[in-house]
């Protein structure tokens, strides 16, 4: 029987009737380096995507934090607070991904390149331009962000840029990164699960929601640590602008950890719950058709 690739087998007709099979096929892997890519618009127009998306992401997401500070310093509790803040980063990246999944997949972090490159799903020469992409991106977004709040005020508010607060350790910092960082690549991993959408339609529009909101979740929970990086893109970025001795010093953390959290969400969900997806067949097994 013809099995579709990344999708659910047509139905079958067994002594007249219509027996729905569950047969499924994951989509083979990505070659790890495709020289014919390179030549192809396609993969331009998508890195030109991240680009955009980094850009406006970080460019409302810092704006928020340096306005946030601004606004406290003028008449207390008047700011966004944390929620806000939490709400700018997680539904700003819902809108990125909605309005770039279809170009570029709507990665928007390199830590999700990085996972996705793991899991065979990108080549390497697409992961390094879209890593590029998005750090360059997030270099412009900070820099708007500077001159609309101008310089003075970007430097007394810290550039949004991604720092340990007092009284945390390094070891804290990392695990708080690598943890965050690891709730979103689940969530992207499972949002975007080729498997489930081919059974439940609806999970594909609900995509990017589910992914803004563990952005926001990620948030909550690591802001009081290190301001929450989660994206090494965006935390680059704003140390660039910001040019902070602390800033650089700890930048290490914020590559580190949310590569290390990408690598063992990805991990989890392709070889624990997915049962070693890199097989890249799901056909008889009823347990798997049952997962």
């Not at 499924?24 to 495709?34: A, V, W």
């Not at 946030?68 to 003028?74: E, G, L, N, P, V």
């Not at 990246?93 to 799903?121: D, E, Q």
């Not at 989660?230 to 040019?243: D, K, L, M, T």
């Amino acid at each position: 029987m013809a099995v579709a690739e990344g999708k659910l087998s047509p139905d079958a007709n067994v002594n007249g009737h219509v027996v729905s099979t569950k047969d499924y096929l994951d989509p083979p892997p990505t070659q790890l380096f495709d020289a014919g890519e390179l030549g192809k618009w396609s993969l331009y127009r998508a890195v030109i995507a991240e680009f955009t998306a980094t850009l406006l992401f970080v460019y409302v997401a810092i704006a928020t934090v340096i306005g946030h500070k601004r606004q406290t310093d003028a008449a207390p509790c008047s700011g966004a607070g944390v929620l806000g803040i939490a709400w700018a980063f997680g539904g700003m990246i819902a809108v990125l991904v909605y309005c770039t999944a279809g170009i570029s997949g709507g990665h928007i972090n390199p830590a999700v390149t990085f996972a996705l490159l793991l899991a065979r799903k990108v080549s390497l020469p697409r992961a390094l331009l879209y890593v590029l992409a998005q750090c360059l991106g997030a270099i412009c977004g900070a820099a708007l962000v500077r001159a609309v709040h101008g310089g003075r005020h970007y430097a007394l508010y810290g550039g949004g840029a991604n720092e340990l607060a007092p009284g945390y350790s390094r070891t804290a910092g990392l695990v708080a990164e690598a943890l965050g960082t690891a709730v979103l690549v689940y969530t992207v991993f499972s949002a975007t699960d080729p498997k489930r959408m081919a059974r439940d339609s609806h999970v594909a529009v609900l995509a990017p929601l589910l992914i803004g909101f563990a952005v926001f979740m990620a948030h909550l929970a690591t802001i009081p640590v290190t301001g929450t990086g989660i994206n090494p893109a965006r935390s680059f970025g704003a140390a660039v602008v910001y040019n902070g001795e602390k800033a650089w010093d700890e930048q290490w953390i914020f590559w580190v950890g949310p590569f290390v959290g990408a690598a063992v969400a990805m991990l989890y969900h392709q070889y624990v719950l997915r049962n070693g997806a890199a097989r890249h067949s799901f056909g008889s097994n009823h347990d798997d058709v049952k997962a």
